[in-house]
């Protein structure tokens, strides 16, 4: 007996074999087909919108977008080195933030960012301000100059030059 092979132990009630997957009921979920169907539901949602878009957009007539006003924003005219601007900004953007990013006038620096270098200096009404210390929506009514509106290209002001 001690040759005997040993028959396969049977499980017991209740008990999958874990070799055997088609020995699992129909209707049970494993771990592998949970993050299956997982992976397939985030498939699905995230092509959805994509390809929704790019169906509409083959069918429809060309459009230019226009610019996504963000959530929170309100519309300020500034009036920068003698040009009028109308922007929309959320209420806490920096004068510096503001010139820099929005309007693209890279001439006012960014320094310290706590009014203590003086790199962000603009002219407003006439008086020099750190604009990385004020409101942007706070110079509505206020002519701002920066280094960029001080002199003109024949006839640089002696800080441009």
Do not use: W, Y
């Not at 949602?45 to 959530?71: C, E, F, H, I, W």
């Not at 210390?133 to 960029?148: N, P, V």
């Amino acid at each position: 007996m001690a040759n005997d092979p040993k028959p396969p132990l049977e499980p017991e009630r209740g008990e999958v074999e874990k070799s055997d997957p088609e020995a699992l009921p129909p209707n049970r979920v494993t771990r592998r087909s949970f993050l299956s169907h997982l992976g397939a539901a985030g498939i699905a949602v995230t092509a959805s919108p994509v390809l929704g878009s790019v169906a509409t957009s083959q069918t429809s007539t060309p459009q230019t977008p226009a610019a996504p006003t963000p959530a929170g924003s309100i519309p300020v005219a500034l009036k920068v080195n003698g040009r009028q601007h109308t922007l929309n900004l959320d209420p806490r953007t920096t004068l510096l933030d503001c010139l820099r990013e929005n309007l693209n006038l890279s001439g006012t620096k960014k320094g310290c960012d706590h009014g203590q270098c003086g790199a962000c200096t603009v002219h407003v009404n006439g008086e020099r301000v750190n604009s990385c210390l004020s409101f942007a929506i706070m110079h509505a009514a206020d002519e701002i100059t920066t280094i960029e509106g001080l002199g003109t290209p024949d006839h640089m002001h002696p800080m441009q030059a």
